[in-house]
Nanobody
Framework: HVQLVESGGGSVQTGGSLRLSCTVS????????MGWFRQVPANRREGVAV??????KYADSVKDRFTVSKDKTKNTLSLQMSNLKPDDTATYYC????????????????????WGQGTQVTVS
């Protein structure tokens, strides 16, 4: 079955950078889309940056600071996060879907079927 494994979380000071990676395995076809979501306790999971269709889609709060990229040869999705702020503190989840959405729908978590275990990002 499809598995997603995230890595790269950690603690950083305000203004710092982190890079998250997510590797997917167990899939039988390559026409899937992936994205990054985040969640803090008591809040719903929000879309941060997704592959989108046809171009990446970002939450307004991370535009110009986060960049999502995919290496199809390695089945890996990365999230480069720069100029991090305390409000970016959350558990970050990688997700995948066979349906590649466009526009705002691409950032909705209910469109994704497969999820990683999450990685914590703390900005102080």
């Amino acid at each position: 079955h499809v598995q997603l494994v995230e890595s790269g979380g950690g603690s950083v000071q305000t203004g710092g950078s982190l890079r998250l990676s997510c590797t997917v395995s167990g899939h039988t076809r390559n026409n899937y889309c992936m994205g990054w979501f985040r969640q803090v306790p008591a809040n719903r999971r929000e879309g941060v940056a997704v592959e989108g269709n046809p171009t990446p889609k970002y939450a307004d709060s991370v535009k110009d600071r986060f960049t999502v990229s995919k290496d199809k040869t390695k089945n890996t999705l990365s999230l480069q996060m720069s100029n991090l702020k305390p409000d970016d503190t959350a558990t970050y989840y990688c997700a995948a879907t066979w349906a590649c959405y466009s526009g705002a729908q691409a950032l909705r978590s209910d469109g994704y079927s497969y999820w990683g275990q999450g990685t914590q990002v703390t900005v102080s």
